[in-house]
């Protein structure tokens, strides 16, 4: 059985970080392309980054050079550290996982990802 569990939401100033965990069980992580996604209020579920089974990275453009996304595949544990928060950042993010990679194709699409965190709360305040 599937588990994703999130860790590491919280309140932070705009420029400051954030380091998301996110601790699986049930996984072969090598075999899975992993992602982060985030809802805003009045907003749908969006794609911040993934990393895909082959360890190419995807980010957003509202995150790159900002967002980082990493795997520790020992630890079988997703990372998502976030620098520059902005107010915007403010979000429920989730991560994601599907079993076999992408390798690019709509990395960003919910449908694509079959298993779920319960998500973890990040407030940005100016």
């Known amino acids: 059985q599937v588990q994703l569990v999130e860790s590491g939401g919280g309140s932070a100033q705009a420029g400051g970080s954030l380091r998301l965990s996110c601790t699986t069980s049930?996984?072969?992580?090598?075999?899975?392309?992993l992602a982060w996604f985030r809802k805003a209020p009045r907003k749908g579920r969006e794609a911040v980054a993934a990393?895909?089974?082959?360890?190419?990275?995807y980010y957003d453009d509202s995150v790159k050079g900002r967002f980082t996304i990493s795997k520790d595949n020992a630890k079988n544990t997703l990372y998502l550290q976030m620098n520059s928060l902005k107010p915007e950042d403010t979000a429920m993010f989730y991560c994601?996982?599907?079993?076999?990679?992408?390798?690019?194709?709509?990395?960003?699409?919910?449908?694509?990802?079959?298993?779920w965190g319960q998500g973890t709360q990040v407030t940005v305040s100016s």
């Open positions: 994601a996982a599907r079993v076999n990679g992408l390798y690019g194709a709509r990395w960003w699409d919910v449908v694509n990802y079959r298993d």
């Open positions: 990393v895909d089974s082959d360890g190419t990275t």
């Open positions: 049930g996984i072969t992580f090598t075999n899975y392309c």
